[in-house]
């Protein structure tokens, strides 16, 4: 088993950051610098699947494989909203997740930031207009951060969410 | 009153009737014997449709009542995996089953009381719909005595996104979109299932290249998830390095999808008619050094499951699936097989290409949590066989044929990575989609989750459940 468990990892496989997106690194910096000296480099996570499809969770959970590795950031997914700085909202907010996503959202202590994932929290994905839907994640919370794709890339995902680490 | 049936000639490939209600109820009679096994249930005012697996020489039929004043008898009656379905279908289309003995709202939320329970020293546990790890959305509600689970009531629909009424009307490019994000975890196979349906539906048949590459994407899907699932299953044991393994295995994968056709999960890489886009020669090499890498990185993981006695003490004679419930709800994909029950529509009733390919469908009988991961691993090997016999017989064509613009409705059954997946559509003269009904393996999972989860402890429902896998977004639509 000793061998099985050196297997693969003699050489890492955790690959460098992805370069930033110079977009996302103005939202990021438009954040309150007195409340990131307060946080320092460290952000937890608290994710919420608002009506996705699965495929964003999907490239969530692939951040924390070894080639993303996302802890080495300081980024880290916590199980309660309790104990969040950031939400991370995927999906065009159904009807049925709307108070969820409201009550995950109040429990979340100041200072708190909302990130919208894919192409359904940013704008609805194909899913907008539908009267299932109360339309993307802003129509319910405020948002400071969008990330596209169907479903953004685990590339994409750390490139966002690294923006609000970075100045 | 004797049992009428009419065949509805514009369905295909499997015949379609317009019954009366003594046939209907018959039937429900066959269902609840065990003689048919039900495939999925929709509606469509004023008719109500059921999809039923029979013998041969007709191993699939739909039959249509018709219920103009909105009122059929209940099949859950008397066969209780229509249930749920009932239940969505009252809620999605308006038409109610008469003695149903479940008349709770179930995709549609609104004021819902639970089960009552009774009984000594029992405690209840609400989780979710937002859990603690990174899932989708549903609530369990817990009634323990001590730590041992005694019922378990699910409430499932908070991703209902209304994707069948955003179907109506569609044309056919956008209602594939809408098919490829019903469950994100099971693109491909959506995508193949509506592709087959509106196939089928205007009489259009791929070309062998296209059917060829679909089921190369529809094998890479299942190595991805159920490598995934082997990793996450043990995660919930405690046992994180299998988690690590696989979930590097499980991204060499997708970055090969990612390489060879332009997204990590091949999404709207299958469209009506064909595929979307090709497999270049370099891709095959590529897929080639995959399927040497993941076969030779994986088979020590087997070997370590085997081997890894605190490991097996969680997984063994856990959560057990009694055979004849997984037949009774016709239990498809590892959940059926690790219960004895040896459906693979893939061979049965089968499609291209799979007619002419080499594999086995792996079956165990214990049902427990560790038979499902057995399933999963064996399947890993079967997938990787596929593959490899694609690459070496890819035959050449057309990678898309436009579909003839007619009208008519289509059915079709594709193997998911959970199981069978079933599409039905109906085209109206245009080529544009009048109706769509999509129904996903979980629908005759979740409640066997239900019935697995007594008896065991509550430390152990994570288990279970990552055992299951079952899709929220597929099932609540």
Not at chain 1, 60 to 69: E, K, M, Q, R
Not at chain 2, 217 to 235: F, K, P, Q, S, W
Request: proline share 7%; net charge negative; hydrophobic share 45%.
């Amino acid at each position: 088993m000793l061998r099985t468990l050196l297997q693969g990892l003699r050489r890492p496989v955790t690959e460098p950051p992805p370069p930033e997106d110079a977009a996302l690194v103005a939202l990021g910096a438009a954040l309150d610098q007195a409340t990131r000296r307060k946080l320092g480099r460290s952000l937890s996570i608290r994710e919420v699947d608002a009506g996705s499809c699965n495929g964003c969770e999907l490239e969530i959970h692939a951040l924390g494989n070894a080639f993303y590795d996302l802890e080495r950031f300081g980024l880290r997914f916590v199980a309660s909203p309790r104990h969040a700085d950031v939400l991370l909202v995927t999906g065009p907010v159904t009807r049925n997740m709307r108070e969820a996503l409201e009550r995950t959202w109040a429990a979340t202590p100041d200072p708190k930031w909302v990130v919208a994932a894919g192409d359904c929290a940013a704008r609805g994905g194909v899913f907008a207009g539908s009267p299932d839907c109360v339309g993307p994640v802003s129509a319910v919370v405020p948002v400071d951060l969008v990330i596209a794709g169907c479903p953004p890339t685990p590339t994409q995902l750390l490139q966002g969410l690294l923006a609000l680490l970075t100045r | 009153m004797t049992a009428q049936r009419t065949l509805v000639t514009e369905h295909r490939p499997w015949p379609r009737f317009a019954v009366n209600a003594t046939a209907w109820q018959e039937a429900t009679g066959r269902l609840a014997a065990g003689d048919a096994t039900l495939l999925g249930m929709w509606g469509e005012p004023p008719w109500v449709h059921m999809a039923i697996l029979e013998e041969p020489p007709h191993p699939i039929a739909v039959i249509s009542l018709a219920c103009p004043d909105g009122h059929y008898p209940s099949v859950g009656a008397l066969h209780a995996p229509a249930i749920r379905l009932e239940r969505a279908i009252r809620d999605l289309w308006g038409l109610n089953a008469v003695g149903s003995p479940d008349t709770r709202s179930w995709l549609k939320h609104g004021p819902y009381t639970f089960l009552p329970v009774e009984g000594d020293s029992l405690h209840q546990i609400p989780v979710g719909p937002v859990h603690a790890g990174i899932i989708e959305p549903g609530h369990f509600r817990f009634t323990c005595d001590g730590e041992t689970v005694v019922r378990l009531e699910a409430r499932l629909g908070y991703v209902h996104k209304g994707i069948q009424e955003l179907m109506d009307g569609a044309d056919l490019a956008r209602a594939a979109q809408l098919a490829a994000r019903t469950s994100g975890d099971s693109t491909v196979a959506y995508s193949i299932a509506f592709a087959r349906a509106a196939e089928a539906a205007s009489g259009t048949r791929p070309s062998p290249r296209a059917a060829w590459l679909r089921a190369l994407m529809a094998e890479l899907e299942r190595l991805a998830n159920h490598l995934g699932d082997v990793g996450a299953i043990c995660n919930d044991a405690a046992f994180s390095l299998m988690l690590a393994h696989c979930g590097m295995l499980r991204e060499r994968v997708l970055r090969a999808a990612a390489a060879c056709f332009g997204h990590r999960l091949m999404m709207d890489c299958v469209v009506p008619g064909g595929v979307a886009i090709d497999l270049e020669s370099d891709g095959v090499e590529r897929l080639r050094a995959l399927v040497d890498g993941v076969r030779a990185r994986f088979e020590p993981l087997g070997r370590m499951y085997e081997e890894t006695a605190s490991l097996q003490d969680r997984t063994v004679a856990t959560g057990v699936l009694q055979p004849d419930l997984a037949r009774q709800f016709g239990a498809g994909g590892p959940i059926g097989r690790a219960s004895g029950r040896k459906f693979d529509c893939r061979l049965a009733p089968g499609y291209p290409p799979y007619d002419v390919l080499t594999f086995d469908v792996p079956v165990r009988t214990e049902g427990d949590v560790n038979a499902r991961i057995w399933i999963r691993i064996d399947e890993i090997e079967q997938s990787l066989t596929l593959i490899t016999q694609i690459l070496d017989r890819l035959p050449e064509g057309p990678l898309v044929v436009p579909l003839l613009p007619r009208a008519g409705e289509g059915l079709a059954l594709v193997e998911a990575f959970r199981g069978d997946l079933l599409v039905w559509v109906r085209l109206d003269a245009d080529g544009r989609v009048a109706r769509c009904h999509l129904r996903d393996p979980s629908w005759f999972q979740w409640p066997l989750l239900e019935a697995v989860i007594e008896g065991n402890i509550v430390a152990d429902f994570p288990l279970c459940n990552k055992s299951f896998n079952c899709s929220y977004a597929g099932h609540d639509l």
